[in-house]
């Protein structure tokens, strides 16, 4: 057998109940074209949940034995529009404990991936650290740690974040190792500022760079 619910009205102006005559009311249901008061319609002892949370809403509905669906009318749109629920109150508990449950799970689940992506991530730095020492080995250990670093820095978009940089492929390695010696170790940024297009900006410190480089590359 379906159930129906019943319906609760939120009335856009002031009524009274029609059999006690308590008023004005917050909600009532219609019997008849007449307002009657929850109390009246034997609904009084139900809880308001109002609509927004789909779990708590769900497992409060499931679990009342009487419920009702509160309604409001648009008067712009000409139509009614859900509000929420009334459910007993046990039931709204014994829902809100269960979602509280969820969310502590959740929440542990999201620290327990974040400190894998934390390793993960850990893991990939310092991978790139040894191979940049080992393709480097005259470069600073200090100065590898920070390339490193720098270029796998989460949300970058850098070398140490794409497949090739993963993989430790040897030109994403050089050519992180590069950029890093052009910021640092030359004046192209004061080019850069100066207004020097970048082409031609990187075209003068080339040569700086390889002098680095070639240092760097001595064992």
């Not at 170790?185 to 850069?192: E, F, G, I, K, P």
């Amino acid at each position: 057998m379906d159930l129906v619910a019943p319906v609760v009205v939120e009335p856009l102006r002031r009524r009274r109940c029609s059999e006690c005559r308590q008023g004005p009311l917050e909600r009532m249901i219609v019997e008849f074209n007449a307002p009657v008061c929850l109390d009246c319609a034997d609904l009084g002892h139900l809880v308001f949940l109002r609509r927004g949370d789909t779990a708590l809403t769900r497992r409060a509905r499931e679990g009342s034995g009487l419920w009702a669906l509160v309604v409001r009318h648009n008067r712009r749109r000409t139509r009614y529009e859900r509000q929420g629920l009334l459910v007993e109150e046990a039931a709204l508990a014994r829902a809100e404990a269960a979602c509280l449950a969820d969310a502590e799970a959740r929440a542990r689940r999201r620290a327990r991936d974040a400190a894998r992506r934390a390793e993960r991530d850990a893991e990939v730095t310092a991978a790139l650290e040894a191979e940049i020492l080992r393709l480097f080995p005259g470069c600073p250990p200090e100065r590898a740690a920070g390339i490193a670093a720098h270029a796998s820095a989460k949300g970058s978009g850098r070398v140490g974040r794409t497949a090739a940089g993963r993989s430790l492929d040897r030109g994403a390695v050089t050519a992180a190792v590069r950029a890093a010696v052009r910021h640092v170790d030359t004046d192209y940024d004061a080019l850069l500022m100066s207004g020097i297009p970048r082409h031609q900006a990187r075209t003068r410190v080339a040569p700086a760079i390889e002098a680095v480089l070639r240092t760097w590359r001595a064992d």
